[in-house]
């Protein structure tokens, strides 16, 4: 028993310290920030960007090769691409959140919202 | 003098066991190697970590259950309550998968299998087909209303499902371009600065500074892309179990 205690109190200790750091874990530290944020910004906007314009392109071009509805499949998916790669970057760098839609109570943007502000 | 420059080169898919089967190329590649060696690793810090079971963790109990702690946690906080527990096996496979795949990568002469896109594609898809199966088994028909945003005029619907309905078949490609790119342009830069190294002669400290500089930032970039990879699976699983 005697023997048990301290080995208690050291994972009690452990668990608080990892608790603590855990809450500071958004907090993210000075060194980390700058260049680093700023690359991982632009990674994903771009990456968005480019992305949705490929995807568009695509669903209208197999749009078109079933229904033969030869170019306006095309040409309507690939503006409607380049509006959701727009609104995609839109959301990611105002923070209203990644997801399709955006119903999100402001109670959970905080997890969301810290991957949305400085990760990529 | 001109010294060849190949930064690609690391990326090339080696068969080492080669292994046909009428016209399928089934060869176990360095790829495949190293992707055995990352189910390898990860296999081997959860079994060894938690065998022996202290009260006081040794150095690999810790580092198991910090890695459980760490999915767990962002589990919790992303999809939560038992829904969550449910997907907490596959979400920390596929971190610890992606994360071993990025660090061993990082192993000079290692090769990165997440520096490909198919292999990263292979992940997204899986998940993305996963992800709406999941949806549609919880929600069935009201599974389509996640394309439908809030507080809208109805005639501004008309455009803006479909512009929701392609954001949301973006997310395979945005998922899986992410990590490809990240490591591909890593690796690259790399191999490239090293390059110059040999080729500036006595100036070649420089280049050799800013590959050391460059090895932590890619560290940094090998942890935080297989978080992000491993938080976007779970806020996918959140959308398509709450509906937001």
């Keep these: 028993m005697g023997e048990n205690d301290p080995g208690e109190s050291l994972k009690e200790l452990g668990e608080r310290l990892d608790r603590a750091r855990r809450a500071q874990h958004p907090v993210r530290s000075p060194q980390a920030a700058g260049t680093n944020d700023a690359l991982a910004k632009g990674w994903r906007v771009s990456i968005e960007l480019l992305a949705a314009v490929a995807v568009g392109g695509f669903v209208g071009w197999a749009v078109d090769k079933g229904l033969g509805t030869r170019p306006w499949g095309m040409i309507i998916f690939f503006v409607l691409g380049i509006a959701a790669g727009m609104w995609n970057v839109y959301r990611a760098v105002?923070?209203?959140?990644?997801?399709?839609?955006?119903?999100?109570?402001?109670?959970?943007?905080?997890?969301?919202?810290d991957w949305d502000e400085d990760e990529d | 003098m001109a010294i060849?420059?190949?930064?690609?080169?690391?990326?090339?898919?080696?068969?080492?066991?080669?292994?046909?089967?009428?016209?399928?190329?089934?060869?176990?590649?360095?790829s495949a190697l190293f992707m055995c060696g990352a189910v390898a690793a990860t296999s081997a810090l959860v079994i060894l970590g938690s065998w022996r079971r202290d009260m006081v963790p040794g150095r690999w109990q810790s580092l198991a259950e910090m890695s459980y702690e760490f999915i767990a946690n962002m589990i919790d906080e992303n999809i939560g309550g038992p829904e969550g527990k449910k997907y907490f096996p596959f979400i920390f496979s596929l971190f610890m998968f992606v994360l071993f795949g990025n660090l061993f990568g990082m192993v000079p002469y290692a090769f990165t299998f997440t520096s490909h896109i198919i292999v990263t594609f292979a992940m997204a898809i899986v998940i993305f087909i996963g992800v709406t199966i999941i949806g549609i088994w919880h929600h069935g028909f009201h599974f389509l209303t996640l394309f439908v945003p809030k507080g809208v005029p109805k005639a501004l619907l008309l455009l803006l499902v479909p512009i929701e309905l392609l954001s949301y078949l973006i997310r395979p490609f945005t998922l899986s371009i992410r990590l490809f790119a990240n490591m591909l342009a890593g690796h690259t830069m790399l191999a490239i600065f090293a390059a110059f190294v040999i080729s500036m002669g006595l100036l070649g400290v420089i280049p050799l500074t800013v590959d050391i500089a460059l090895i932590f930032l890619e560290l940094l970039v090998a942890v935080l892309q297989a978080y992000v990879f491993a938080i976007l699976t779970s806020l996918y699983l959140r959308d398509a179990i709450h509906l937001h």
């Design chain 1, 94 to 113: 105002t923070g209203l959140g990644r997801a399709v839609g955006f119903r999100r109570d402001p109670g959970d943007a905080n997890a969301a919202g």
């Design chain 2, 4 to 30: 060849e420059i190949h930064p690609l080169d690391q990326f090339a898919v080696k068969p080492l066991v080669p292994l046909h089967w009428g016209s399928l190329d089934f060869s176990f590649t360095n």
